[in-house]
């Protein structure tokens, strides 16, 4: 049985942002590579296929899926992208009914129902790794009502949502992601004092016991926060290392230092076993302490992001992020100090934000002496968040424009206003802000030129410039 697994084009998302958005986004699709592998494990042909990295629209993914004669066909999608993958199954469709199409990802988690007036055969919801393979069994077998747990499908017109899937609970259970279905020389990062370097993505916990607003984590994962330990983080280090030569790593945990303990002893395997790499990530800024950070420096870590989400302390409290200002000041005067780069990531457009509230978070941020980069998010109220659900109430000031999910971007586009903020406000602010943080520091611009060496800086000037000119 031949399987495909899509990662349809998503770059459209960012918008007039898009040319910076491929130079600094291009992220290889880690949760397809963890379902090609569970389901290579059980027997079955597969392949990945990222719609974006190779440069794919809708309809060449459906001609390719068919011209190669899949049995069934995964695309993953995010909410903003569920549309791009609905019209890959529609295509495939209308060409060969006998593909199954199966949608997986945050949206159809978050919004099974949604299935219901799709072109997909079957969703799964949740964690998909031990569904999967499953379902694809019970596809083989031609099963008609299949009852794999954590599954969503249509039955004489109805839908039809099985018994939830249990959470993994042992993550160190899984197999490896499966990266040579990867062309992973097409997956380039700009790596402090490094140049542009092959790299990949790792992911060492799942679900996160914060509460903050905005976030889905909870809704997807539960607040129950699930940790690889630092020996299976180390040893898919080094086996990227040995195997593929990738020697720089992207640690997307959602807060990489929520446990100290495992980062102190990751760092400190990769010192003992002279694992010559560098490594990245973003956490709390209340997470982290000098003697933790000199630790991970120790051990390759060169660049560091904290979300910040606001710097007014009044919607600080209104989001939920339990993070004060002054913890935000210190972690970056540390990891400076230390010469980690820094990045910084806000929103505006919170609940009950202000044009002050807003303006006081872009002044903040641009004032923040020890922090390098930023990316300025406009507030988008995505399912399974208390923000949607403020924004369907209009709580905080709020008038949400429509339910059309395929507008739900963060960057060149607003679905929300919020008091005095009307959505033109919020997109003439969020490129405000941009501007601010890097064109009134010749620090910052001379910094972000030279950081990783000239070829890096002439392909990102010539994407912002692109992007915000």
């Keep these: 049985m031949k399987v ?10 960012y918008g007039r942002y898009k040319p910076a958005a491929r130079v600094g986004v291009m992220n290889p699709p880690l949760g397809l590579c963890y379902l090609s592998s569970v389901a290579k494990d059980a027997g079955f042909n597969v392949d990945i296929l990222d719609a974006e990295v190779e440069v794919m629209n809708e309809e060449q993914v459906a001609n390719y899926a068919i011209k190669k004669k899949y049995d069934a066909v995964g695309i993953t999608a995010t909410t903003p992208l569920f549309h791009k993958a609905n019209k890959i199954a529609e295509l495939i469709k209308k060409k060969n009914k006998s593909i199954v199409t199966i949608i997986g990802g945050p949206h159809v988690t978050l919004m099974p129902h949604l299935i219901k007036n799709s072109y997909f055969d079957y969703g799964i919801v949740g964690e998909g790794e031990i569904t999967f393979p499953e379902l694809l069994k019970s596809i ?3 099963v008609k009502n299949p009852r794999t747990r954590g599954i969503v499908y249509r039955e004489n017109k109805k839908i039809i ?3 939830p899937r249990e959470l993994i609970k042992n993550l160190d259970s899984l197999p490896f992601p499966d990266r040579e279905s990867l062309n992973l020389d097409k997956y380039k990062w700009s790596v402090p004092k490094k140049g542009i370097m092959r790299f990949t993505t790792i992911l060492g916990s799942r679900g996160c016991p914060f509460k903050c607003i905005f976030c889905s984590t909870n809704a997807i994962f539960g607040r129950k926060f699930r940790l690889r330990s630092a020996e299976n983080i180390f040893d898919e280090l080094k086996q990227l290392v040995d195997e593929f030569n990738i020697r720089h790593f992207l640690m997307i945990d959602d807060t990489l230092t929520v ?6 002893e990751l760092s400190r395997l990769i010192v003992r076993n002279k694992l010559d790499i560098t490594w990245e990530g973003w956490t709390r800024a209340n997470l982290v302490d000098k003697v933790l950070l000199r630790t991970m420096k120790r051990a390759g870590f060169n660049s560091i992001s904290f979300g910040i989400e606001s710097g007014d302390p009044k919607i600080l409290k209104v989001i939920k992020k339990g993070v004060d200002l002054k913890s935000v000041d210190k972690a970056y005067k540390i990891a400076k100090s230390l010469g980690i780069e820094t990045r910084c990531s806000v929103m505006i457009g919170h609940p009950f934000e202000t044009r002050e ?7 903040f941020i641009k004032n923040l002496k020890y922090c390098d980069q930023a990316r300025i998010n406009i507030s988008t109220p995505y399912p399974g968040t208390k923000l949607y659900d403020m924004a369907l109430k209009g709580e905080g000031g709020i008038k949400l424009y429509t339910k059309e999910f395929s507008k739900y971007r963060r960057y060149g586009n607003a679905v929300i206003s919020v008091n005095d903020l009307s959505r033109e406000d919020l997109i003439k602010m969020q490129k405000k802000g941009i501007r601010m943080f890097y064109l009134s520091s010749p620090r910052r611009i001379w910094y972000n030129l030279r950081r ?3 070829k890096a800086a002439i392909n990102n000037s010539i994407a912002f410039a692109k992007s915000f000119f």
Excluded: D, Y
Aim: hydrophobic share 40%.
């Design 357 to 363: 509230s807003a303006m006081r978070t872009l002044n």
């Design 259 to 264: 446990s100290r303990k495992r980062m102190m």
């Design 161 to 163: 949502k099985t018994k």
């Design 140 to 142: 083989k077998k031609r």
């Design 452 to 454: 990783a060496g000239l």
């Design 4 to 13: 495909l697994l899509v990662n349809p084009p998503w770059s459209e998302v």
